[in-house]
RNA sequence: GAGCCAAUAGCUCAGCUGGUAGAGCAACGCCCUUUUAAGGCGUGGGUCGAAGGUUCGAAUCCUUCUUGGCUCACCA
């Protein structure tokens, strides 16, 4: 190993010890009885029947006293107690004199109370499951009579946490609950939509062309085939493509990358939600989002509501539904309808916009939307029927040529997804794809591939169709109070050191 | 991409206007059979993020770079 400091040294040393012992440091497998919270759940019984109990975790507190040792063992449950005694282990006194803090032990003996009335395993047999080399900075606690906890010397350097993250959710309990709960809202949206009959599927993440989003690629290549590959930036021309072909109703969690700026909320990789469904329109679709949000924030924190970063926001369905004419003019007594073109602008330069590339009067009523609106979005709710120059791949409104049946969820004036009534005319498809191809990304140099094979798939018949993307990261962030998306990602991308 | 801030022992930090590196925890040795941030006595541990520069002398001042944080910009 590259750095070994006098710590290292020590633990290898008494590696050594152990094998000289005759043991093994890495026994292959440890069967245990009970886990930390069985323990306690049975507490009563056990201290009374005295049953011998096998139970292991790793060493997360010490304290010598002469023939005698008290350890804290941790698991993924919590932490309980282990007495260890000289006259109760007689040769295996010796393995508790090699242990450090960090190492992963294994113990049996019967349950008790100390003086103190702590509960404790009363080991009358000792095994080491795994021999830590690497000191671990386990921080000392303090709990006092109120059931405060104080931590002295917290592991927090947060570079180091993001580097070592295995390190971080060992010594951070908060850093794991976190992942509890991204693993709860994600099996809680998997079941709603499955209990709806949503087929779950997997479309590819290397395509040769990439499309659903406006956004900067991932290039690879394929040496093989000799073939240029993107990682995808969006599942929903695949997923479209299962509709054609008769799924109705299909789903897929899709890791994304897009090879843009990171920050607070963004990450060149993270994780998106797409559900689509035949015979349904953006209205349908709303439903499934306020249920799947609302389902998830209960999962995760047992509660519709939610405390984040000291607003409280409330997912209970439904959330009210307003229209991006209608929000601007809620936040700003603007009336859009009235607006000539020229006034329009005029109110942008009030508010120190400026709109980059082409004018249109829907990019400008959209910027205004973010200027005045946006903000004040802090509890749920759906801004719908967008301009039409907001995407090419959503259908047009039924009453207003002018619109799209486009909405997007709000909450914490965060844009929280993004979902259509999705266009299934192809004729109409192909000419506003090729309008995105001829004018490329607004301003920027780089253009958007034709994707002739998914025009073909239209051209065979999609369905009318509702669809819905959303990202699961931001997503967590708001149900667990996180203030960063590499708090809600397990192994963030990092620089090299 | 811009501005500001930070980087010192395994961890958490101190180190003033430049004088040759410090604490607590952790580690090592000794004592201790009911501890709870256990305690007592003793010992070791550092390329002060990296590279240059100024100076008799730099952790400290200057320049550049690296990594991270915050704010802003970009990004549907």
């Known amino acids: ?23 093994n440091p890495y026994p292959h497998s440890f069967s245990r009885t009970h886990t930390s919270k069985e323990l306690l759940q049975s507490k009563s019984d056990l201290l009374q029947s005295e049953e011998v109990v096998r139970f292991a975790g790793r060493v997360v507190r010490f304290n010598r006293k002469g023939k005698m040792c008290f350890m804290h063992l941790k698991d993924r449950f919590g932490r309980l107690q282990v007495v260890a005694a000289a006259n109760m282990l007689q040769d295996d006194y010796e393995i508790v004199k090699l242990i450090d803090l960090g190492d992963f032990i ?23 499951l795994s021999k830590v080399i690497r000191p671990l900075p386990i921080p000392k606690e303090m709990i006092d009579a109120d059931g405060n906890k104080t931590v002295f010397h917290e592991f927090k350097d947060i570079d180091t946490r993001y580097r070592k993250r295995y390190t971080d959710m060992a010594l951070n309990d908060e850093v794991r609950d976190v992942f509890l709960k991204r693993s709860k809202i994600m099996q809680s949206i998997r079941e709603y939509l499955i209990s709806k009959d949503f087929i779950e599927v997997e479309t ?7 499309g ?15 073939m240029t590959l993107y990682l995808r ?22 890791k994304n990358f897009r090879n843009e700026g990171m920050d607070r909320t963004h990450s060149p990789e993270f994780t998106g939600l797409e559900f689509y469904e035949a015979y349904a329109d953006y209205n349908d679709m709303m439903v499934h989002f306020e249920n799947i949000y609302e389902r998830a924030c209960i999962a995760a924190n047992g509660s519709t509501k939610i405390q984040y970063q000291g607003k409280e926001i409330d997912f209970k369905a439904p959330w009210p539904r307003l229209t991006v004419n209608e929000a601007i003019e809620k936040y700003s007594g603007l009336k859009v309808e009235d607006l000539s073109d ?22 400008a009523i959209l910027e205004l939307f973010e200027q005045t ?68 990304r607004g301003g920027e140099d780089e253009t958007h591939p034709m994707d002739e094979n998914f025009l073909d798939a239209i051209e065979s018949g999609l369905p009318p169709t509702g669809g819905v993307g959303f990202g699961i990261d931001r997503m967590v962030m708001l149900l667990t109070n996180q203030q960063t998306i590499r708090d809600v990602q397990l192994f963030p991308l990092m620089k090299s050191e």
């Open 373 to 440: 609106a946006e903000a004040h979005l802090i509890q749920p709710v759906f801004i719908k029927d967008m301009p039409k120059e907001s995407t090419p791949l959503c259908k047009g409104h039924r009453d207003n040529p002018d619109l799209i049946e486009q909405f997007e969820p709000y909450a914490n004036g965060w844009e929280l997804g993004n979902a259509y009534t999705e266009l299934n005319d192809p004729v109409r498809q192909r000419e506003l794809l090729e309008e995105q191809v001829n004018r490329g």
């Open 204 to 210: 590819p993440t290397l395509q040769p062309i990439y």
């Open 106 to 128: 294994g113990v049996e003996g019967s349950m008790m109370e100390t003086q103190k009335g702590e509960f404790s395993v009363k080991a009358s047999k000792i095994t080491m």
């Open 1 to 23: 190993m590259q750095d070994k400091n006098d710590q290292v040294i020590a633990r290898l040393a008494k590696l050594d010890k152990l094998r000289e012992m005759g043991l």
């Open 342 to 363: 020229q006034e329009i602008q005029v109110e942008l330069e009030k508010r120190n916009a400026k709109l980059d590339g082409i004018w249109t009067r829907g990019r």
């Open 212 to 226: 659903g989003a406006n956004a900067r690629p991932f290039t690879t290549h394929h040496n093989a085939a000799d």
């Open 233 to 254: 930036v969006a599942p929903e021309l695949y997923l479209k493509r299962c509709v054609v072909g008769g799924m109705e109703k299909v789903f897929e969690f899709s």
